[in-house]
Nanobody, 121 residues
């Protein structure tokens, strides 16, 4: 498995922006996709979005569509989650994931440790 390390979390006011990074290391990054998930206190893990590592195509959950953008830098083996127009309900620990375990990319075998995002009202 590849090691994933997220960074960029923090405290931001509602309406603000943050950019999270997810750096992959440990072996040649060969995952076909990188995804972002989040887990708010007391809630289940929620899918945020995913990017195809080969062509950069993306897919987002309805709750973040139009506000969040996923990108990647193949040369740096790093993925990014740009979050704009943040809302208090975006408060969560954000995780990146790679190495999908099924063809639908619904679950992944490699996970980062998470980075906390807190949006104040």
């Amino acid at each position: 498995q590849v090691q994933l390390v997220e960074s960029g979390g923090g405290l931001v006011q509602a309406g603000g922006s943050l950019r999270l990074s997810c750096a992959a290391s440990g072996r040649t990054f060969s995952s076909p996709a990188m995804a972002w998930f989040r887990q708010a206190p007391g809630k289940e893990r929620e899918f945020v979005g995913v990017i195809s590592w080969s062509d950069g195509s993306t897919y987002y959950s309805d709750s973040v569509k139009g506000r969040f953008t996923i990108s990647r830098d193949n040369a740096k083996n790093t993925g990014y989650l740009q979050m704009n127009s943040l809302k208090p309900e975006d408060t969560a620990v954000y995780y990146c994931a790679a190495d999908p375990t099924d063809i639908s990319w619904a679950d992944f075998g490699s996970w980062g440790q998470g980075t906390r995002v807190t949006v104040s009202s």
